[in-house]
Structure formats: C-alpha cells, structure tokens
C-alpha cells in the first residue's frame, strides 16, 4: 500500500458567501483568532505525515503563496526593532514543500482537483478544504491516516448532519459499520431530505486513489453544473475499498458567515491569551 505524501488544498472558489470581504483576497487568509484558515489546514497535514502541499488558485490568491514565503522587509524591520519572529514560524516552510497549480475558471471542486492531477501522478492524495475547520486531537486528517492504515483504498470524513438539511452536502449511502468506519455504498451530491440515502454528510477532508483523476477527465458536470467531486468518487465505489470515518472532533463550516463567527468564538474561547476577556464579554451580554 502507498503512502499518502501529498495533499491538494483546494482555494480557487470564488468565496461570494464572503462578499465584500472577499472581492480583493482569498476566502482562506480570513483569520480565525490570529491564523487564518490556510495555515489551520497546513497544520493538519503536517501533522498528518504530509511532505507536499498542493494548493489549487485563482485570480486574487496570490496572497496564500506569499503568506508561506519569507515576508523579507518584514522580517528586517522586525529584527531591527528587536522583535522576536517567533509568530511567523508556522508560516515557513521546507523549500518546494509547496506548489501551486492555476484553475483558471471555477467549475467545480471536482475540477478544482484534476487541475493537481500531474503533480499528484500515481499515488495515493489527501485534499483538505481549508473553509472545513476541524479540532480534534489528533486532527481530522491524521486520524484517517491512522484508517487508512488498517483498510487503504478511499476514506472520506463524515458527520451526521439534520435530514433537513443535506441539500447543501454529499451525502453517502452506508453499508456495514465497525466502529466510527463505516463502508460506502454510494455518494448522492446534495439529495433533497426526501432522497438523501442518510444523514451522513461529506465534509472536506479525503483520502483517495489517483484513479479518481482518470474519471474527473471526463468532466461531467453534475448538481449545479458544476464538476463534482463526489460524482467522481461515486464512480470508484465497487471497484475500491471505500469508507467513511467520523471524526471525533469538531468542525467549523467556516465557509458560511455564522461558523466563521462561531469558530471565531470557540478558538477564541480555548486560547490562554484573549479567552478570559472573550469568555467575560459573553458572560456580561448573556
Ligand atoms: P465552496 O462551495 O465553499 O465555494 O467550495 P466557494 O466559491 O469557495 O464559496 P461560495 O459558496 O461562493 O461562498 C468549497 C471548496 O472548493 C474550492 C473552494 O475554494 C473551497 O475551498 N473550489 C470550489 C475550488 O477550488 N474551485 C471551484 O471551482 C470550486
């Protein structure tokens, strides 16, 4: 079995659940305390044994590769001041730890994830959408490394979510369940609560086989008339293991303005630097 080195960061969106904050930089610089949601991802993957980073941009992202780059002027100015440069070490990185690959129109996640297709060749990948913020101990991505040891082929996170409202995920059909794995009989991109096969939601953490790339060449265009991603998935089951593993663990759908706020909250919360004023503030406007 291959080991997964390489992780696809997905950040061409167009972000328009964010307008205007979004209209002249990319969706995932939005901090959540101090970090914006990029470097969250980052971490995870590193933590997850991941060597490579892959991040897929549009126009107006250039600022996600410059925020891994070494910030010179700012550095200078810092060390001239006498100002330790402690805070920007999350943000190094090993030389050629990252690329970057261009997805010229938005068509869809599906596309977002063949446009990595050359640099990912013939192994095992991870992608993580960095707008899915997840906290957990070890993180999301590292305990689907630790599934993927048992049983490889795809694993997708999952999470149960209100019938009412899978029309806004992908959504599995499950088979037998041993635990928080749970097998994968089909994938339904956002079912109506009336068709949803369960109540088990995609949500943006993957593990999967290069074969997946094959069948996003073919760029059908599914839900929305945008390429899935799920479609694609959907296509390898049957002749792949395929699981999905519930994360123990919380997610913040810090794609949508109310996650945003409340992941803001709960990190904030949890921090020794500014909880105890967060957590007075709420306790005087309760
Ligand atoms: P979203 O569905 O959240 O879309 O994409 P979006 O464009 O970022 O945001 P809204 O809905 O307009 O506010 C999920 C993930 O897939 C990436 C996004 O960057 C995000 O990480 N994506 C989506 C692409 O990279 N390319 C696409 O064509 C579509």
Same mark, same amino acid.
């Given at each position: 079995?291959? %080991?997964? *080195?390489?992780?696809?960061?997905?950040?061409?969106?167009?972000?328009?659940?964010?307008?205007?904050?979004?209209?002249?930089?990319?969706?995932?610089? /939005?901090?959540?305390?101090?970090?914006?949601?990029?470097?969250?991802? !980052?971490?995870?993957?590193?933590?997850?044994?991941? &060597?490579?980073?892959?991040?897929?941009?549009?126009?107006?992202?250039?600022?996600?590769?410059?925020?891994?780059?070494?910030?010179?002027?700012?550095?200078?100015?810092?060390?001239?001041?006498?100002? %330790?440069?402690?805070?920007?070490?999350?943000?190094?990185? #090993?030389?050629?730890?990252?690329?970057?690959?261009?997805?010229?129109?938005?068509?869809?996640?599906?596309?977002? !994830?063949?446009?990595?297709?050359?640099?990912?060749?013939?192994?095992?990948?991870?992608?993580? /959408?960095? $707008? $899915?913020?997840?906290?957990?101990?070890?993180?999301?991505?590292?305990?689907?490394?630790?599934?993927? +040891?048992?049983?490889?082929?795809?694993?997708?996170?999952?999470?149960?979510?209100?019938?009412? &409202?899978?029309?806004?995920?992908?959504?599995?059909?499950?088979?037998?369940?041993?635990? &928080?794995?749970?097998?994968?009989?089909?994938?339904?991109?956002?079912? *109506?609560?009336?068709?949803?096969?369960?109540?088990?939601?995609?949500?943006? *953490?993957?593990?999967?086989?290069?074969?997946?790339?094959?069948?996003?060449?073919? &760029?059908?265009?599914?839900?929305?008339?945008?390429?899935?991603?799920?479609?694609?998935?959907?296509?390898?089951?049957?002749? #792949?293991?395929?699981?999905?593993?519930?994360? +123990?663990?919380?997610?913040?759908?810090?794609?949508?303005?109310?996650?945003?706020?409340?992941?803001?909250?709960?990190?904030?919360?949890? *921090?020794? $630097?500014?909880?105890?004023?967060?957590?007075?503030?709420?306790?005087?406007?309760?």
């Amino acid at each position: 079995m291959k %080991s997964v *080195r390489k992780a696809v960061f997905p950040v061409a969106g167009l972000g328009t659940r964010f307008l205007p904050a979004t209209k002249a930089f990319a969706k995932e610089l /939005l901090p959540i305390v101090d970090r914006p949601l990029i470097q969250y991802a !980052v971490d995870e993957a590193r933590e997850a044994g991941i &060597k490579q980073m892959i991040f897929v941009t549009g126009r107006g992202k250039v600022g996600l590769e410059d925020y891994f780059d070494i910030a010179f002027e700012l550095e200078t100015v810092m060390r001239g001041r006498g100002k %330790s440069l402690e805070m920007l070490e999350p943000t190094r990185s #090993q030389p050629g730890s990252i690329a970057s690959v261009r997805q010229q129109e938005p068509l869809g996640l599906g596309h977002a !994830v063949w446009c990595a297709r050359d640099i990912i060749g013939d192994e095992p990948f991870a992608v993580l /959408l960095p $707008d $899915d913020l997840m906290v957990g101990k070890p993180g999301c991505l590292a305990q689907m490394m630790q599934a993927y +040891d048992k049983v490889g082929g795809n694993i997708i996170c999952v999470q149960e979510v209100p019938r009412e &409202k899978t029309a806004s995920y992908g959504v599995i059909a499950p088979g037998t369940a041993d635990g &928080k794995l749970t097998e994968v009989k089909g994938l339904v991109e956002k079912p *109506r609560p009336e068709d949803a096969p369960s109540n088990l939601a995609v949500v943006g *953490r993957y593990i999967l086989q290069p074969e997946v790339m094959r069948i996003l060449e073919d &760029k059908e265009t599914g839900a929305g008339g945008e390429i899935q991603l799920t479609d694609a998935m959907a296509k390898l089951i049957g002749t #792949q293991p395929f699981h999905g593993l519930t994360f +123990d663990g919380q997610r913040h759908d810090c794609g949508d303005k109310t996650g945003f706020v409340i992941a803001n909250i709960a990190l904030a919360l949890d *921090r020794h $630097d500014v909880g105890p004023a967060v957590r007075a503030f709420i306790a005087d406007i309760a």
